[in-house]
């Protein structure tokens, strides 16, 4: 069982900027990585994954805002978020899976219960 443990949220104003954090219990190279959100009420929405090799994806809410990378050296997991909006208010939660394919790895952006490890979350509120 990989454990994940996620840093990094809090509140702030529109169009400011976060970084989150998700230090991950496992070598991050062997492992398709990504990010989700949720808002209360509502399903658990794929923001951005990151292949094994590197490659990846984003939901196309954040292109061109969010930044998803990797630091293998140091098992920890980023994402990058900027200009942000008031709908990107939620719980931000990060995820592991050993899916070595990056095809598989970025369809896997759409589907939660494709991964079996995750964090407990970091909130992330926005204000207009």
């Known amino acids: 069982q990989v454990q994940l443990e996620e840093s990094g949220g809090g509140s702030v104003q529109a169009g400011e900027s976060l970084r989150l954090s998700c230090k991950v219990s496992?070598?991050?190279?062997?492992?398709?990585l990504a990010w989700f959100r949720q808002d209360p009420g509502k399903e658990r929405e794929g923001v951005a994954v990151?292949?094994?090799?590197?490659?990846?994806k984003y939901a196309d809410s954040v292109k061109g805002r969010f930044t998803i990378s990797k630091d293998n050296g140091k098992n920890t997991l980023y994402l990058e978020m900027k200009n942000l909006k008031p709908e990107d208010t939620a719980m931000y939660f990060c995820?592991?899976?050993?899916?070595?394919?990056?095809?598989?790895?970025?369809?896997?952006?759409?589907?939660?219960?494709?991964?079996?490890?995750w964090g407990q979350g970091t909130q992330v509120t926005v204000s207009s």
């Open positions: 990151i292949a094994t090799e590197g490659s990846t």
């Open positions: 995820a592991a899976d050993q899916m070595f394919w990056a095809p598989r790895c970025h369809e896997a952006m759409t589907r939660a219960t494709d991964f079996d490890n």
């Open positions: 496992a070598y991050t190279g062997s492992y398709c």
